[in-house]
């Protein structure tokens, strides 16, 4: 394993199977963004998105009480230099932080796989909203304090409601600070697929990316990408397109991969 030591708010191992560990790793302030944080992900994502061996990511966050309550509203009230701050309106958002931390928005089609404790909140939904897999300890709690504050939830519930049912995103959006969502509500709801014992988390996290990074990475990242941009499609749209994304990495006449050697074996299947 190697330490990528080039960011300030993020630690970043690569592991020897081509899983990249991505830890948010600002406990103080329960992991919430800032603008260097935004700053680390617009580099790793593009790092992401062209090493050819990084073929699966785990993000996950540093210390025990949050993943991360969203933006950090110290930098909003003290650093008016900021870009992106209106300081005539500090708690009105002047540009989407979504475009630096979402992966998929980052044209990132590798998977990833979000490993969540404690509090998950508001913005931190930029990030679990576009993980391919999310699973979470029983002590984790979702919930999105925008209307509690004064502010619309627009852009998180908008991008949850893909993957919520939705009368989840509205509860969740319209209780705010009133109200969380446990861990088994956020499974039942479709956002987390998984409850894993706190301290068998990372290892669980850790063994479904490196699952998902032994397989043939054309194929995995083509499966990822047809099917996130199936959602910007009409369903006879999309499915008149899915044959396309079929043929790439899957040359017609030509064995990829030994199909008996491709059998998984049984130690990480639960």
């Given amino acids: 394993m190697s330490s990528d030591s080039q960011y300030d708010t993020i630690l970043v191992d690569d592991r020897d199977d081509g899983v990249t560990v991505v830890t948010l790793n600002r406990p103080d302030r329960l992991n919430a963004f800032d603008t260097a944080m935004r700053a680390d992900f617009r580099r790793l994502w593009a790092r992401v998105r062209d090493d050819v061996d990084v073929r699966a990511v785990v993000l996950r966050a540093a210390g025990e009480r949050a993943f991360s309550t969203g933006l950090d509203v110290t930098e909003r009230t003290t650093d008016n230099d900021s870009p992106w701050v209106d ?6 958002e002047t540009e989407d932080p979504g475009h630096d931390l979402s992966p998929k928005r980052n044209q990132v089609w590798k998977p990833v796989v979000a ?19 999310v699973i979470c300890s029983p002590d984790a709690t979702f919930f999105d304090p925008h209307v509690t504050y004064g502010m619309v939830a627009a852009l998180e519930p908008i991008a949850l409601s893909y993957r919520m049912h939705m009368s989840d995103v509205l509860r969740m ?9 446990s861990a088994e509500t956020a499974r039942s709801s479709g956002l987390v697929s998984e409850v894993v014992a706190a301290d068998e988390l990372d290892a669980r996290a850790l063994q479904l990316a490196s699952a998902i990074a032994s397989q043939p990475a054309a194929a995995v990242e083509g499966t990822v990408k047809a099917i996130w941009q199936s959602m910007d499609a009409a369903r006879n749209q999309a499915l008149s397109t899915a044959l396309l994304y079929t043929q790439v990495g899957n040359p017609v006449g030509t064995a990829t991969v030994d199909r008996a050697a491709a059998k998984p074996s049984q130690w990480w299947l639960r």
Avoid: K, Q
Avoid at 173 to 181: C, P
């Fill in 173 to 181: 959006s319209l209780l705010g600070l009133h109200e969380r969502l």
């Fill in 87 to 92: 300081v005539t309106a500090p708690f009105a």
């Fill in 115 to 133: 490993a969540v404790r404690g509090m998950c909140a508001g913005g931190a939904f930029y990030w679990i909203a576009e993980c391919d897999i």
